[in-house]
């Protein structure tokens, strides 16, 4: 490849192909800053190389931009330093529980939490739908982790740690569903079974102190 150029509002942080050689199944790596905007967004990437059938190709990328949210949503999370971001269609609060917005069929509702640095987290995912193709992917540094669908209104408990970003993305079912609830809630920092072994612990203590 002699050269790599993007032709939308990205910019180019890292090009290991340009002025390089792959061969048959080898790849080579482009890292782009994406000036995202809120919504659908497409970016192109204009490659020229010496080969004679493929002097000059693109290759494009379609992509969803997030936006900051509103402070509430944050407070709803109790880890420090984050940024929390959303789709067009945002995440809400009643001041306890995190939720999706009301999306049509095959929307999606996304959420973003950022600048998690490797800490460990917890959260508790709950779905009672009528559909079974309502589903919640969660996302760990942009590769999906688990799916998460119908847990007949129980909690389930998720705990991470090693990244720097988490995505909880709620897809509505296809077609028209009477009802969908999709409650998250104990978003915070630490482990959950931690927790557990230290009160046991002190639980034993308080025991044999006692006899």
Not at 17 to 30: A, D, L, S
Not at 61 to 85: H, K, M, S
Request: a negative charge; glycine letters at 4%; charged letters at 20%.
């Amino acid at each position: 490849m002699t050269s790599v150029t993007a032709l939308g509002n990205a910019s180019i942080t890292a090009n290991a192909c340009e002025n390089t050689t792959t061969g048959i199944n080898e790849q080579c790596k482009v890292t782009l800053a994406l000036n995202a905007l809120s919504g659908e967004n497409q970016e192109t990437l204009s490659i020229q190389t010496t080969h004679p059938q493929a002097q000059s190709f693109t290759v494009t990328a379609n992509y969803e931009g997030l936006t900051l949210t509103a402070n509430e949503l944050e407070d709803q999370i109790d880890i420090e330093d984050i940024r929390v971001f959303s789709n067009q269609d945002a995440w809400q609060t009643d001041g306890e529980l995190l939720f999706p917005t009301t999306v049509n069929s095959k929307q999606k509702s996304v959420l973003m939490v950022s600048d998690i640095d490797a800490r460990q987290f917890h959260f508790d995912v709950s779905i009672d739908s009528d559909s079974p193709d309502s589903i919640l992917n969660i996302y760990l540094d942009g590769e999906l982790r688990d799916s998460v669908k119908d847990t007949d209104n129980a909690y389930r408990r998720f705990e991470f740690s090693g990244a720097d970003t988490v995505a909880l993305e709620y897809i509505a079912p296809n077609g028209n569903v009477a009802q969908t609830s999709v409650k998250v809630r104990d978003f915070a920092a630490g482990s959950f079974a931690w927790f557990l072994l230290a009160l046991a612990s002190f639980a034993l203590v308080t025991r044999n102190r006692s006899e």
